[in-house]
């Protein structure tokens, strides 16, 4: 824990509060004295903080961390440098850093607030030619990307060039960082989205097709756009009746790489068909991620976005006072991240 509520001769903060499990809406914006940084670890002025859908899992009891109450969500942003704990090197106060994956807003207070304290080891400044924005929302889904794409090919390396990527909830955060790497790694992307306007952008990303998950013929429609391959790699964000037709898509020896379940449960699967062309499903989990193995991820995943002349997509940026409105957004569909301007 973080900090403790109106305590002591701290400076206080505002924050959005979590008091109970019972989600999003029973959030509040409140006061708590400042965190304060231990060894190792850096006080961060919020600048923003971006969204994820397990932000509000969490606020749910439907994510296996339970922290101490009031807890504070958020995991990803970028902040000023405004204090230095013990042992800390190569970052100054007064520079600006966004954050890797880390605990901030699991088990440990997180970015929605006007300061957060994370480990030093986490903090990674924001690469040439992109804004603090786009920074903000970019780590934690770019490198649940990374790990979707490369889980398969050990020790970390992107599939074979021309393979064919077929990336469900495409227009998501984990969807568009999937499409953004998957061109930079030479894969034809086939898109799926719900919406022709976000259909339309995905295809500006570099997306090579682009397809309604609900459309008739769904497997007939995707095999003939490839033609004469199948699909190799998917990267299955929605999970839900999809999983069927997005297996019934792959080639021999084609994987699935599940990230999430936006659609819900997988409401019946027969496991025979996996059997013919040794098709393998297995998960991803982003919090597998180390300081170190995400700083190392996180270096190739900026190089192959430069290289591609690619940056990270931001849908929209709200208030402070907006956060639930914020949420609203993220469960309706976004088309890239979900931001919080906390500060500047
Ligand atoms: N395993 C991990 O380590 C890890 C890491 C990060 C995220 N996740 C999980 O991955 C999932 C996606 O995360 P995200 O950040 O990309 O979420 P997001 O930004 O909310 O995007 C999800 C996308 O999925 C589509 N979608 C949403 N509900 C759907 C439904 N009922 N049926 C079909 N499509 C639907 C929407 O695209 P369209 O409107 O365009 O169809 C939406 O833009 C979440 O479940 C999240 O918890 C897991």
Redesign the pocket.
Known sequence: MCGRENLSDNQSMRAWLMDSYDGIDALRLGEVDDPRPGPGEVLLGMRYAA????DA?LSLRQYPAKPALPHILGRDGVGEVLALGEGVSGVAVGELRGILRCEAGVNIWGTLAEKCVVPAACLAPIPGGWSAEEMAGAP??L??AW??LTQWHEPEAPPPHGAVLLV??????????SVLLGKSMGLTVVA????AE??AR?RELGADFVF???APNLRKAILEAVHPRKVDLVVD????A?VEQVVAVLGYGGKVS???????AVPEFNTATLFFRRNRIG??????YTPETSQEAWAEIVKRLAAAGRRPVV?GVFALGDVKAAFGR?????????LVRISG
């Not at 469900?168 to 960082?177: E, I």
């Not at 799926?192 to 919406?195: A, T």
């Not at 993220?330 to 979900?338: D, R």
Request: aromatic content about 2%.
């Open positions: 969204l994820n859908p397990a899992f934690l889904v490198l649940t790990q979707a469900t909830g495409a227009s998501g955060g984990v969807g568009v960082a799926l989205s719900r919406s976000k259909g995905l309604d998950p609900a964000s929605v999970g839900g999809l599940v990230v999430g379940r936006s659609g819900g998960g991803v989990a982003v919090g597998d849908d993220l469960e309706a569909g976004p088309m890239g991240k979900v």
